[in-house]
């Protein structure tokens, strides 16, 4: 069964940081470009990082320097490291390959407060 499912959102303060997880399984996230995506209350979804295949990844301007998108072959793995969170950082974030080809999960919530 082709599925994603993220994990590790949570509340945190303003400048605090959060690791989300998105575990693929029925395909491989190593030979698909893998991207997560948030979308906050109001407002479309967006793509926030994404990984190619060869592990170039490429961030919206809103996140660099703050936002780090890994992988793990071995566990079939996508990986958001957030630091230096801010409260417009705030939204239900989700995995999935770009374009967009498998259902979306059920996203993992982040909420910064300030």
């Known amino acids: 069964q082709v599925q994603l499912v993220e994990s590790g959102g949570g509340l945190v303060q303003a400048g605090g940081s959060l690791r989300l997880s998105c575990v693929a399984s029925?395909?491989?996230?190593?030979?698909?470009?893998m991207a997560w995506y948030r979308q906050a209350p109001g407002k479309p979804r967006e793509l926030v990082a994404g990984?190619?295949?060869?592990?170039?990844?490429n961030l919206a301007d809103s996140v660099k320097g703050r936002f780090t998108i890994s992988r793990s072959d071995a566990w079939n793995t996508v990986y958001l490291q957030m630091n230096s969170l801010k409260p417009e950082d705030t939204a239900v974030y989700y995995c999935?390959?770009?374009?967009?080809?498998?259902?979306w999960g059920q996203g993992t919530q982040v909420t910064v407060s300030s």
């Open positions: 999935n390959t770009v374009p967009q080809r498998v259902s």
């Open positions: 029925g395909f491989n996230v190593g030979v698909n470009f």
């Open positions: 990984i190619t295949r060869i592990g170039n990844t």
